[in-house]
């Protein structure tokens, strides 16, 4: 089913002409449980991947930050379970519980894994499968119809305490024998094991993040929301940055939502060049049981965590590119 973003409740070129300087696109992915195969786009679905080419490992061992660690087959079976529950709440009307076949089948809220388990090479997780064809707002290499996302299913320490991505831009046609199935990491953070997810992708307009826009449009607009607080007939706590100006959820393109820090640089390790935002993995597609951002779709009982994703304590990570060249490494913030 097609997902629409509803239109803002304020068009705010209207008030603030000047920000048309200051937009991009960005393309949301809407992603929702799914089966997607090798020759779609999706998150957290299989890789079209060359069975000739290595599969991609982190070897940083007891590096990493660990504390709960599970088997990718225990995170999937608890998500099993529990969705079984809500959807025998929701057909019934009786009380959401669990069974105590299920109940007895979950282990311990504090259970883990062995901590020994991440000294071995961890296979990197896919985390996004993006075809040309279907995202409006793909960059990649010359000839490149192709990008893939990857990330390590655990924290990194170095990476802001965030999985560390990796990206592959490739050209489909040249996968003459595709690999069967990819190995899976001996355990992951749950938070980070993507639930398989098709995308429908829509493109919307985004505008530059307040405390990057020129000081004085920037003022005009805080003055502009503290005036809308104040008048009765305005809309209720409407905001530039969370309602009129930057998507929640996973996207291509766009801008950064810079809330959680102030902005601050983001510059090729490999040459210097200022980067651009080129993916966004979020916690969420929209916020509260009424955000604005909810597409106009869908059902009352869907839930806003589709990829079941968790990015700290419900942020978004942001992959930037180098613009001088795609070969030289992402960078990611978590915001």
Request: aromatic share 8%; with cysteine; hydrophobic share 35%.
């Amino acid at each position: 089913m097609t997902r629409t973003t509803p239109p803002r409740p304020v068009d705010i070129t209207e008030l603030f002409p000047e920000l048309s300087e200051h937009s991009t696109t960005a393309t949301r992915l809407h992603p929702r449980p799914g089966r997607p195969t090798t020759v779609e786009s999706s998150i957290g679905g299989p890789l079209l991947w060359p069975a000739d080419e290595a599969w991609p490992v982190c070897g940083d061992g007891d590096a990493h930050y660990i504390f709960l660690l599970e088997t990718p087959a225990a995170v999937r079976r608890r998500r099993e379970i529990y969705a079984a529950a809500e959807a025998r709440a929701a057909a019934t009307g009786a009380r959401y519980q669990l069974t105590d076949d299920e109940r007895a089948e979950l282990p311990d809220s504090e259970f883990s894994e062995p901590h020994a388990l991440v000294n071995q090479p961890i296979p990197l997780v896919p985390v996004a499968q993006l075809y040309r064809r279907d995202i409006p707002d793909f960059v990649g290499p010359d000839g490149a119809d192709l990008l893939q996302v990857l990330w390590c299913p655990l924290d990194h320490p170095e990476e802001g305490y965030n999985p560390r991505v990796r990206l592959y831009w490739r050209r489909s046609s040249d996968i003459a024998q595709p690999l069967d199935a990819a190995p899976e990491p001996p355990v992951v953070s749950d938070s980070y094991l993507p639930t398989p997810c098709a995308v429908r992708p829509e493109q919307i307009r985004e505008y530059q993040y307040g405390g990057l826009l020129p000081e004085e449009l920037d003022a005009q607009i805080t003055e502009w929301e503290e005036d809308a607080d104040d008048d009765d007939e305005a809309e209720d706590g409407l905001s530039y940055q969370f309602d009129l100006s930057l998507a929640p959820g996973w996207k291509v393109g766009g801008f950064a939502n810079w809330s959680l820090t102030d902005p601050h640089p983001m510059d090729c390790a490999e040459c210097g060049t200022a980067m651009t935002l080129l993916f966004t993995a979020d916690s969420n597609e929209w916020h509260g049981a009424g955000g604005s951002w909810r597409p106009v779709e869908e059902p009352a009982e869907a839930s806003s965590t589709p990829t079941d994703v968790s990015i700290g304590r419900g942020y978004a990570l942001y992959v930037f590119r180098c613009p001088a060249s795609f070969d030289h490494p992402p960078a990611t913030a978590m915001q």
